[in-house]
């Protein structure tokens, strides 16, 4: 059995071959900003891409989550992959405003005087 490290090790490897492809994916979907839980368009997105992969997929999860399932040759660990679009309150895109270092009230609400 593969063991743990040995594991990491490929999933870096394939996600490094395709880091280009991740990157222009990642930066169109950033492009088009969606309210949560009403984000069709990135939907629409993710379900073409699996399409293109060949990868069937569930849709309408959590309103409009999608997830592929790709069955493993053999018994031992599982890799998962995950993505969400929520993103510039996070503080981790280009675009985003940081947060403060230790979150308050004075420091993430706006009170009316």
Do not use: N, Y
């Amino acid at each position: 059995m593969t063991d743990a490290a040995e594991l990491k090790a490929r999933a870096a490897r394939v996600i490094d071959a395709h880091a280009g492809e991740l990157e222009a994916l990642g930066r169109r979907l950033f492009a088009m900003p969606e309210l949560g839980f009403k984000e069709h368009r990135t939907a629409a997105v993710v379900r073409e891409w699996f399409d293109r992969m060949g990868l069937p997929h569930r849709d309408g999860l959590a309103i409009t989550g999608s997830r592929a399932d790709i069955a493993g040759g053999a018994p031992g660990p599982t890799v998962a992959i995950s993505a969400s679009s929520t993103r510039s309150s996070a503080g981790i895109t280009p675009t985003a405003t940081p947060r403060p270092a230790r979150s308050t009230p004075a420091a993430t609400t706006r009170r009316s005087r």
